[in-house]
Every structure is written in structure tokens, then in C-alpha cells.
């Protein structure tokens, strides 16, 4: 399973030129994979090929926060805050940028999640926020993933050989990234303290990083700006996320003389806690647990909608995802749309570069029925 040509370019270091951009803009636009239901598992296999020993940096956009962490809260209140919102809302895009340990960029996937906000808890505010920022909420709810088949896929990668566990996990103020995360690799409630939560964390990225660390103020989008670095995509969107936080690891790696692994770092955390004023974390003290029939007692505008039960008197499950994965199988994988390059390599700068708008993934691909 050898890496597809062009996922061995590397982000070369100078400044390119005004030619060199706009090939590297044509050409490393197909890095970026938008994957859906029916995509999902070409786009896996070459995810898979692309992970060994290698730097991944992770983002999920989710549909708003039935609670906000108090800015006076112990380690053990924002955990507790972080496990209730993430147990009650549905994940709506995963973003991992893949990379070498020397920078060379590998890919990045945008994994469409299944989401219905005519049924799924959410905030209003929330979705017209990224709404704004591009994100196609009815598509979704049509050709969105399954987060069960995703999770399945994903927790037999990253514990099936010793190159998937050697990953360097980065993450940006990545406390409900990983709480997500974790949720979609196990389809299980998180822990219910930060033990146990990183004891099961630690089964799939026990290797990981917090920029934070290093950087305890400002946005990810004003650090990037400060550091010279360019957006590829949207903001606010998980695949776009995700590579500018690999970005800004790099520079500072670049910047400082960090090496890896993460363990030449002391000093580093391995989860966000923005705020920390005592040293809790085996704590018992447990927030009351939020049970899913008592979403009346949410604010008004995360309430779910009414909905259309029909005589079972629940919701209409997910559309089945299969078939379409099947029908648009049909085609060779470059029907589909992962149209690697096949032309020779053509460096780009991780950090400094120009900025190729995300691609979806094919734009010629074929499109499953619409349920």
C-alpha cells in the first residue's frame, strides 16, 4: 500500500515563484479529499496508506455547546462540561491533515458526518454559523456519513499495526475535538472523568500534542496570521481547521528546533484546559448526568425541532449508506473522484505557501440516488 504519487510532495522551504504557485496551487489541491457516504471507503484506504509514522492534526465542527465552561473551572468541571455536550450532540464534520515528521504534507480529509437539523439537537446560532462558513447542512442529511461505520473504519485503523500507533496527534484548544473524536471511534458515552478519558484516548492516539501550550492566546485564525501563514479553504470548517493547526505546528516547530516525538517535549499537554486552577483530575465530583428525553430543560435553542414520528412514534432512522457507497463503487476508484496527480513532484511550502482553495473530492464524480 504505498503512498499515490503526489502524497509524497513535500512543502519545500524558500519562497516559490510566481509560476511554481500556480502549479502547486493545480496540483496540490488534489491532497484535499471532501468525503461522504459514498466515498468513504476509497478515501479510507488511501488515508490508511498515508498514516504510518506519521503528524495528524485533528478538528471537528459540532453543532454548538448545551453548556459553556466557566472561566473560573477546575480541570475536572471542564471535562465534566465538555462529556455533556458531547454526549448529546452529533459531530458534523471531521477534519485530520496528514503529514510527515519533517513536513511533508500527506493529505487532508474532510469527513462529511450524517446530521439532520430537523431532527439533532443543535444550536441555531451554531448552524448559521457554519452556514456561513460553507458548510452544506441538507447535504448532510442526505449523503452524510454514518459516525458508526466512520468509527468502525477509523478504531481498526489506528490500533491495527505499529505504525498507526506511533502517530503524532496535534490539536488547537482540542479538548471537545478529542471528546468527538473518542465518541466516534467507540460509539460509546465518554468517560466520566479525565482518567479514564485519557486512559481510552490513549488506546488510539496515545501520542498527542496541545498548541495551547505554546500559544495560550488568541484565535487559531489571528496566531496563523501572526505567523505568516495562509488559509487553504474555509474557516471553520474541519479540514481547513485542521491543516492550518498542522501549519502552525510546524512553524513553531521550524521557529524553536523541536524534534519529534512528543515525548522530547516535557513540557507539552496533552489536553486543552485553558484555565486551570486546581489539580483535580482524579477527582469524584460528577455533574448530574444529562439523559437524552430531558432536552426540554435545554435553552430554547437547543431544543430539538418537532418532528415527524409517523405510527412508531420515533424518529426516521439515518438513510442507509450502503447502497449508494455500492453504486458509486461501480466506477474505478478515479470515477469516484480521488483523481491523484500522476505529474512529478512539485514543492510547496508548509507554513509560507500559496493557498490552494480546498477540492472536493472529483469534480466529475458520480452521485448516488438522493433519498
Not at 521557529?255 to 519529534?260: C, D
Not at 500522476?342 to 473530492?361: I, K, N, S, Y
Request: with cysteine; proline share 8%.
Amino acid at each position: 500500500h504505498g503512498l499515490p504519487p503526489c502524497a509524497h510532495r513535500a512543502w519545500a522551504v524558500g519562497s516559490p515563484t510566481d509560476e511554481h504557485k500556480i502549479r502547486s496551487m493545480e496540483d496540490n489541491c488534489r491532497l484535499f479529499h471532501e468525503v461522504w457516504s459514498w466515498n468513504l471507503e476509497p478515501a479510507l484506504a488511501f488515508l490508511a496508506a498515508a498514516l504510518p509514522s506519521a503528524v495528524v492534526a485533528l478538528d471537528v465542527e459540532f453543532p454548538g455547546c448545551l453548556r459553556s465552561v466557566p472561566r473560573a473551572a477546575s480541570q475536572t468541571t471542564q471535562y465534566e462540561v465538555m462529556c455533556r455536550n458531547v454526549d448529546m450532540l452529533q459531530p458534523i464534520q471531521l477534519g485530520l491533515a496528514v503529514a510527515s515528521s519533517d513536513g511533508e504534507l500527506r493529505g487532508v480529509w474532510t469527513f462529511n458526518l450524517y446530521f439532520d437539523e430537523s431532527f439533532d439537537l443543535h444550536s441555531e446560532g451554531s448552524l448559521a454559523f457554519l452556514r456561513a462558513a460553507g458548510v452544506d447542512l441538507p447535504r448532510h442529511a442526505t449523503e452524510g456519513i454514518d459516525m458508526k461505520e466512520l468509527g468502525s473504519w477509523l478504531s481498526e485503523i489506528l490500533t491495527g499495526a505499529d505504525g498507526y500507533q506511533s502517530l503524532q496527534w496535534i490539536t488547537f484548544e482540542g479538548l471537545h475535538d478529542l471528546g468527538y473524536f473518542l465518541k466516534v471511534l467507540t460509539n460509546q458515552r465518554l468517560p466520566w472523568n479525565v482518567e479514564a478519558f485519557e486512559a481510552t484516548l490513549g488506546q488510539f492516539c496515545p501520542s498527542r500534542l496541545e498548541l495551547r501550550t505554546w500559544l495560550p492566546r488568541g484565535s487559531l485564525a489571528n496566531l496563523a496570521e501572526q505567523h505568516g501563514l495562509i488559509r487553504m479553504g474555509a474557516a471553520h470548517t474541519a479540514g481547513s481547521d485542521a491543516l492550518l493547526t498542522m501549519e502552525l505546528f510546524f512553524c513553531l516547530a521550524r521557529a524553536r528546533g523541536w524534534a519529534l516525538p512528543a515525548e522530547m517535549y516535557p513540557d507539552a499537554a496533552r489536553l486543552a484546559f485553558p484555565v486551570v486552577l486546581s489539580r483535580d483530575v482524579g477527582a469524584d465530583r460528577r455533574l448530574p448526568r444529562v439523559a437524552e428525553d430531558a432536552v426540554t430543560s435545554a435553552p430554547r435553542e437547543l431544543r430539538p425541532p418537532p418532528r415527524s414520528t409517523g405510527s412508531t412514534g420515533r424518529a426516521p432512522p439515518p438513510v442507509s449508506w450502503g447502497a449508494a457507497a455500492r453504486w458509486a463503487m461501480l466506477g474505478s476508484i478515479a470515477s469516484v473522484g480521488l483523481g491523484w496527480a500522476t505529474q512529478g513532484p512539485v514543492p510547496m511550502l508548509l507554513g509560507r505557501g500559496p493557498a490552494p482553495a480546498l477540492a472536493e473530492v472529483g469534480s466529475h464524480r458520480r452521485r448516488g440516488p438522493r433519498w
